[in-house]
């Protein structure tokens, strides 16, 4: 069996693995990186099943910062990972978030509202006629407000993986096509990582970047956190109207969102208290649109 030795090694290859390693070089370029990623067709993995979408309107400065933050990003995004004169599309596009309120959210979301205003964040408060102009489809059933990020957006989260991960192999990552299958320590002191075909990879610092697998892979060396995979479905329908527009992405109190892909299509979406916990379940299910 063979070993090698490296600084870090990020357990996971999806957008969270390979930006963690891209912002790594970029804070020391001398620094050895290992990604390990069990499918690198990545079919199964978070990034590429993710809605892609992203907001200012949350109620936790954190969460508020970084999407300020990522929002930056998506600015530069494809001047700064050019490899070899390829520049990845991102396919951002802001076509805002609109956020409809009813009594029971009011109160909650002008909070959240004073927040993001206190930051800096670029969002308006409105009136059930002001919403009705943004999103002229909508009934206005129960509506008395409603948020709108303007500059909130839709992304290919497989565009953005695609991009960090060929920026870090240019920069000197290694790249691993593997399954870990042990996490090594001595004592308590992480010291690497075993692979499924018997090859040890050293470091004292593994970081666990697994996604839906995350949990199983904190179990072997004893640690529980707090990850539990759930199934979302969306479903795509086409509709007889065709708005001249692309229209913002729509939040209803219910829970169910519509993001409009263009022309008469629509992606729709919920989740459900019983909701299906685990990583052997990928069918769409008609009961759950229906």
Not at 106 to 120: F, R, T, V
Not at 171 to 196: C, D, P, R, T, W
């Amino acid at each position: 069996m063979s070993s090698k030795n490296y600084d870090v090694i990020i357990v996971g290859g999806g957008v969270m693995g390979c930006a963690t390693a891209y912002y790594l070089l970029k804070f020391d370029s001398t620094l050895k990186v290992a990604i390990i990623e069990k499918d690198p067709t990545y079919e199964f993995a978070s990034t590429p099943l993710s809605d892609g979408n992203m907001r200012i309107q949350f109620n936790i400065k954190e969460n508020i910062q970084m999407s300020q933050y990522g929002m930056e990003v998506m600015k530069t995004f494809a001047d700064e990972f050019e490899v070899d004169g390829v520049k990845p599309d991102a396919a951002f596009r802001q076509q805002g978030n609109l956020f409809v309120l009813d009594e029971h959210s009011k109160d909650e979301s002008y909070e959240g509202y004073l927040l993001q205003k206190s930051l800096g964040c670029d969002v308006e408060w409105l009136t059930p006629e002001e919403v009705g102009k943004y999103y002229p489809l909508y009934n206005l059933k129960d509506c008395v407000a409603g948020t709108f990020g303007p500059k909130d957006g839709t992304m290919s989260p497989m565009g953005v993986l695609n991009g960090y991960k060929k920026k870090v192999i240019q920069l000197g990552a290694e790249y691993i096509h593997a399954e870990v299958n042990q996490v090594l320590k001595e004592g308590n002191q992480i010291v690497g990582v075993k692979l499924s075909d018997g090859e040890m990879l050293h470091s004292k610092i593994v970081m666990n970047a697994a996604g839906a697998w995350a949990k199983h892979i904190a179990e072997r060396v004893g640690a529980s956190i707090p990850v539990e995979p759930t199934k979302r479905q969306v479903t795509i329908v086409e509709a007889n109207v065709h708005p001249q527009k692309v229209l913002p992405a729509l939040f209803l109190p219910s829970g169910l969102y519509v993001i409009h892909e263009g022309e008469g299509m629509f992606m729709i979406g919920k989740c459900f208290a019983d909701d299906y916990v685990g990583t052997d379940d990928f069918v769409w299910e008609r009961k759950m649109f229906e």
